[in-house]
């Protein structure tokens, strides 16, 4: 069977960014598949291609690269991480006193989009809440293994002798009130049963950023609430993701076919972002090795830097003068993974637990195919 070149490979990986349209961007009937060629499975020849790259990492923020896979297997981890990673969110809220201006009904969304924190061992023992139904009567009473509860009880009022510096023309209302603005740290953890053992140790369950406003208020009003939390997924409602997003690009390609020097190759470097296009100074070696040099020692150069940083405006392909001079292009099998987490689990842990998942899946297809051929 042909064996390709190098070049031809390339040429296959590469999506072509023109001024208006977008070129090789179809898929083979099986993706990576050639006609007359050998692609049989071959699970060394994929550890050896297949890359993973780390970029920036943070407990909140996780940027990496996955080079060498297909593009199911990499919107596979994106939709996992969006819909399908379990975490704890308040799904139930009792209201037994609110006078404040916001309603009961908008209060208790704010309060089921708060992300919250805690175990996550315990996380993993806690079981799904089932809500009870005429068929299942009881079945879903609230107990310590599938409900966390938080309480929250505040009250605005005067400080000692705030009426009269009211009066006098005071309006800071740290100066005035207390309890006038209401924190999601003022909401309070209530353990049941074996919870105190379980999520006890790392500060039980509270809100991820303690300085989210929940609501404000004036002398007089208040708000008693208890909350009850569940474990559920994004895919039932998106304040149970643990992301706040989980995206991925394609690497962009940029390249220069001739060069762009002078005044040119500033115009140039300004049709990217900041880092994409370094100047470069013209050297007797750079102008030996390509005649379009000669002559231009000491000039400017446009060169690439860091193509990752493009966002693939196609600013320059806008310019004539770099028309048959740059191309632009995407690495569809080279995608860049950028995941924000909530606060609950780690950025890197949660990619973690979307291969988790994945294999999962996979196993589940496995044992599927199994009975039917049996």
Request: hydrophobic share 35%; glycine share 8%; with cysteine.
């Amino acid at each position: 069977m042909p064996v390709p070149s190098a070049e031809e490979l390339t040429e296959r990986k590469r999506i072509q960014i023109n001024a208006e349209t977008v070129g090789n961007a179809a898929s083979t009937d099986f993706p990576g598949h050639w006609p007359g060629e050998n692609h049989e499975w071959d699970l060394e020849y994929f550890k050896e291609n297949f890359k993973v790259q780390f970029h920036t990492s943070s407990p909140l923020d996780l940027s990496f690269s996955l080079i060498g896979i297909d593009t199911s297997v990499a919107n596979a981890f994106r939709r996992i991480l969006l819909a399908e990673i379990p975490t704890l969110a308040i799904e139930d809220v009792y209201i037994y006193q609110n006078t404040s201006i916001i309603q009961d009904e908008v209060l208790a969304h704010r309060l089921g989009l708060i992300p919250l924190r805690g175990n996550h061992a315990a996380l993993d023992w806690m079981k799904w809440y089932k809500k009870p139904t005429t068929d299942t009567e009881g079945s879903g009473s609230p107990s310590d293994y599938n409900t966390v509860t938080l309480m929250l009880h505040v009250r605005c009022e005067w400080q000692d002798g705030g009426l009269d510096r009211a009066a006098a023309g005071e309006t800071d209302p740290d100066k005035l009130y207390t309890g006038h603005t209401v924190f999601a740290s003022d909401m309070m953890w209530s353990p049941i049963g074996q919870q105190e053992a379980l999520f006890g140790p790392d500060g039980g369950v509270e809100a991820q950023n303690p300085g989210i406003v929940i609501a404000k208020m004036r002398p007089g009003q208040e708000i008693k609430l208890m909350m009850h939390a569940f474990k559920g997924i994004g895919q039932d409602h998106a304040k149970f993701s643990p992301v706040a997003t989980a995206s991925y690009r394609l690497l962009p390609t940029i390249d220069i076919s001739k060069p762009i020097v002078g005044p040119d190759a500033k115009k140039f470097a300004r049709c990217f972002p900041k880092g994409v296009i370094a100047l470069e100074t013209v050297t007797e070696k750079d102008a030996g090795q390509n005649s379009e040099l000669e002559g231009k020692q000491g000039e400017l150069k446009a060169v690439v830097a860091d193509p990752m940083r493009d966002t693939v405006s196609r600013e320059c392909l806008r310019h004539p003068e770099f028309k048959d001079k740059v191309k632009l292009g995407r690495v569809r099998d080279h995608f860049i993974f950028r995941i924000e987490s909530t606060g609950q689990y780690d950025s890197d842990h949660l990619f973690l637990e979307s291969v988790k998942l994945l294999k999962v899946k996979c196993a589940r297809i496995k044992r599927g195919l199994a009975q039917m051929t049996q």
